[in-house]
């Protein structure tokens, strides 16, 4: 998802407390205001705060880390804040995931969620600052037991160290709760980091899912459950009009089956995941469909096309008739036009969607899973089962990735298992496995685009006019986060990175929003998934038409006085000297680059690929420079731009789910098929050095991959992709 520039807390919004909790010391923040601090042992609860860092009696420290991980890195991330303002081994840090509670907010977005690579960016300083509390307390408590000033008193490797005195952090834990906490913990200077900006700092979760102790939701049993699986029209809109069991009670392990409380589909329940699979096989339902879409892809992509040669709804750029900018591209001497078309696209993590909801002993429930939105979660799953939401607990686990899709505004998932937990009348525990069919046929995905660009070439070599209309499904739309991104009428994840585009150019944009019930979402760089396909396609094709360096070009149309367009000139003449870009081209091999900001973090590519005897596609080589801030973790970073190219190439050659009479042709990888090993390049990441706030790096990776690619293609076969995936157009891959 989507979200606004970095988040930080201002001297008052940083709330610090310290309290003993089961004989740990604990420093958290409340969501009141006020300072809140407790001595003893009662729970932190009490006193109104929630821990985010704990220190034991052993020395062990623990971060509470209110940001899931689903691959992207946090649990090592701001365990490294933590360690880093306590000088505090890394083989000392452990890491537990928060509750639920909104005290635990993202401060990104308001709720507590994991999301538009928000994580580090709207944590560093919270969790620097609840690191710097803890070491100052310690300090100031071993001060006062060995009697000296607390500035003779240091914490070396997790030791407090006086002259020739010294102890473990872990035996003055109990004093240290006792006293005041700063009203402003002194952070550390970055020249005196010591893991901030290690290369090769080991995550924290790679041993345990190398051996496989880390726990998914997919690995969650207990006591007295029942697996379900759901049965739904094929249809997107249908309703559940009658159903029969059939032969499903005749399948060796069957429960039941029931309607859903809502009418949405048949919760079959069995003793293990495969009988409720194969009892759902047998389960006949007769559905309402007067609501339905019953259009195909076909027919969509003729309503997009036709939407384009019309006005646009909305004038997004305010500078007037789109019309006008239109004909002023088209007159000038030089000038180049292009329609765009992006398909649906599925999110498909490898884990697919599950979770568990039992009874808890209190007349509650507790919820186990990969949660990346508890702020939407917990109270769905209370409504359901209309319980109040201190009844409601989440237990959050790893998840096997999510790009989005376990972070929905219908909570749709954790609906649905609610309502299969109450429809069994909620004395037994029900654990939902979606298959991948389920996911890729039932899910939510990225909208299907549509562009329409017209781009003049004026005398000096540089843009003159720029007119694009693009026409996209709204994700915000009628959601709980609208406020936030929906203005006069403009979803901004529809036109977001062009519309906000650092490069110097007269644009004018309009948006018109395509009206189906499709269920559409946030997909891995929102927005700038086409973003930055279109941007640096087309810029390509008016470089090309100027006669001029892609590269030269590109750096023509920014002002390096300005900072953000300074920014992304620097990723881009970086990722170009890297890859030894000289601007020549050679016979059988193309190389392509492409830059973009997006999630306030600067990313730029060079592609280099090569074709076989029959013209197929070979990618060889990336080169990419990233500048997203300080760089906390180097080896998490490269990781998160290698998973990022991947996913967006993947998706760009190959993948797209496509509708005949509504329902979606596509069932599993096979023909929704994923990057195959095979078809990884090589890829070299440099990461500019910063002292600006870190960024995010979960998505702003994804962007330029795709048009790097069909960069890279147009120079080896002078062919140009504006329709993808890439294959539908003609392209084969070695």
Same mark, same amino acid.
């Given at each position: 998802?989507?979200?606004? #520039? ?13 309290a ?29 705060? #929630?821990p ?13 880390v ?10 090592t ?16 840090? *452990? ?10 907010? #993202? ?42 000033? *607390? ?21 003055? =834990?109990?004093?240290?709760?006792m ?15 010591t ?12 041993m ?17 459950? /029942? ?26 392990? +069957? ?22 699979i ?15 879409? @019953? ?47 992006f ?16 009874? @808890? ?11 990346? +939105? ?5 109270? @769905?799953?209370a409504? %359901? ?13 790893y ?8 972070? #929905? ?8 298992? *609610? ?37 003049? %070439? ?9 007119s ?7 994700? +915000? ?8 991104? $929906? ?49 640096? =396609? ?6 090309e ?23 992304l ?39 280099? $690929? ?6 197929a %596609?070979?990618?060889?080589?990336v ?28 998706? $760009? ?9 509504? %329902? ?18 090589? /890829? ?13 790096v ?18 080896? @076969? ?17």
């Amino acid at each position: 998802m989507n979200a606004s #520039n970095t988040a930080s807390l201002s001297r008052r919004g940083f709330l610090k407390s310290a309290a003993l909790l089961g004989g740990a010391m604990v420093i958290g923040f409340n969501a009141g205001g006020a300072l809140a601090i407790s001595t003893g042992s009662a729970p932190a609860e009490a006193v109104g705060f #929630n821990p985010f860092v704990k220190i034991g009696p052993d020395g062990t420290v623990t971060v509470v880390v209110k940001h899931f991980e689903m691959g992207q890195g946090t649990s090592t991330g701001l365990t490294t804040l933590v360690a880093e303002e306590m000088n505090v081994p890394w083989e000392q840090m *452990a890491v537990e995931f928060s509750p639920s509670d909104e005290k635990y907010k #993202n401060l990104a977005f308001g709720g507590q969620g994991t999301g538009g690579s928000t994580a580090m960016a709207n944590s560093y300083l919270q969790y620097r600052q609840a690191g710097a509390a803890a070491r100052d307390m310690l300090i100031r408590a071993a001060a006062a037991e060995w009697k000296v000033e *607390a500035a003779d008193v240091t914490i070396e490797n997790g030791q407090l160290v006086s002259g020739d005195k010294t102890a473990s952090i872990g035996a003055f =834990v109990e004093q240290a709760g006792m006293l005041e906490p700063a009203a402003e913990p002194v952070l550390k200077d970055a020249a005196s980091f010591t893991l901030i900006g290690k290369d090769k700092l080991p995550r924290k979760d790679s041993m345990a899912k190398t051996t496989g102790k880390a726990m998914f939701a997919m690995d969650v049993t207990v006591p007295n459950m /029942v697996y379900v699986t759901i049965l739904r029209s094929p249809l997107f809109g249908g309703t559940l009009k009658s159903f029969e069991v059939g032969g499903a009670a005749e399948v060796n392990g +069957f429960v039941d089956a029931r309607a859903l409380p809502d009418n949405s589909g048949v919760a079959v329940y069995a003793e293990s995941t495969w009988a409720a699979i194969k009892a759902r096989r047998s389960v006949t339902a007769d559905w309402d469909n007067a609501a339905a879409d @019953t259009r195909g892809s076909a027919e969509m992509l003729s309503e997009y096309t036709e939407k384009l040669s019309a006005a646009p709804t909305y004038d997004v750029t305010g500078k007037g008739d789109l019309t006008e900018m239109e004909e002023a591209a088209k007159a000038a001497s030089r000038s180049v036009s292009a329609d765009f078309h992006f398909p649906l696209l599925a999110h498909a993590p490898m884990e697919p969607l599950n979770c568990v909801i039992e009874p @808890t002993a209190e007349g509650g429930v507790r919820v186990h899973d990969g949660c990346q +939105f508890p702020m939407i979660t917990h109270p @769905t799953v209370a409504a %359901i089962t209309q319980l109040p939401p201190e009844k409601v607990e989440i237990i959050t686990y790893y998840a096997g990735g999510s790009f989005g899709r376990r972070a #929905n505004a219908q909570s749709d998932y954790h609906a649905q298992a *609610a309502m299969a937990f109450v429809a069994l009348g909620g004395e037994k525990a029900v654990k939902l496995v979606w298959t991948r069919e389920d996911d890729l046929a039932g899910g939510f995905y990225r909208p299907m685009f549509a562009q329409r660009a017209h781009i003049g %070439i004026g005398d000096d070599g540089k843009v003159s006019a720029w007119s694009q209309h693009t026409v996209a499904q709204s994700i +915000f739309k009628g959601g709980p986060m609208e406020s936030f991104v $929906v203005h006069d009428g403009v979803d901004h994840s529809s036109v977001e990175g062009v519309v906000d585009t650092p490069y110097q150019l007269p644009m004018a944009l309009g948006l018109t929003d395509y009206e189906s019930p499709m269920p559409v979402l946030w997909w891995r760089s929102v927005g700038h998934s086409q973003s930055g396909y279109t941007m640096e =396609v087309l810029m390509d094709m008016a470089a090309e038409a100027a006669g001029q360096d892609p590269v030269d070009f590109r750096l023509a149309h920014l002002d390096e006085e300005d900072e953000n367009q300074a920014r992304l000139a620097g990723v881009l003449k970086l990722a170009a000297e890297k890859a030894g870009w000289d601007g020549k081209q050679v016979d059988g091999k193309g190389r392509g680059v492409a830059v973009h900001k997006s999630f306030d973090t600067y990313v730029a590519q060079v592609m280099d $690929v090569s074709l076989d005897a029959e013209g197929a %596609i070979s990618i060889d080589k990336v080169v990419c420079a990233v500048d997203c801030g300080v760089a906390v973790n180097p080896d998490v970073i490269r990781a998160q731009m290698e998973g990022a190219i991947g996913y967006g190439l993947g998706a $760009v050659m190959r993948n797209e789910i496509t509708l005949k009479d509504g %329902i979606v042709e596509q069932g599993n990888f096979p023909d929704y098929e994923p990057l195959r090993i095979s078809d990884m390049p090589v /890829v070299d990441v440099h990461i500019v050095p910063s002292d600006k706030a870190p960024s995010g790096v979960g998505e702003p990776g994804l962007p330029p991959a795709g048009p790097a690619l069909a960069n890279a293609i147009h120079a080896a @076969t002078g062919k140009r992709i504006t329709s993808l995936p890439m294959t539908s157009a003609g392209i084969s891959f070695a």
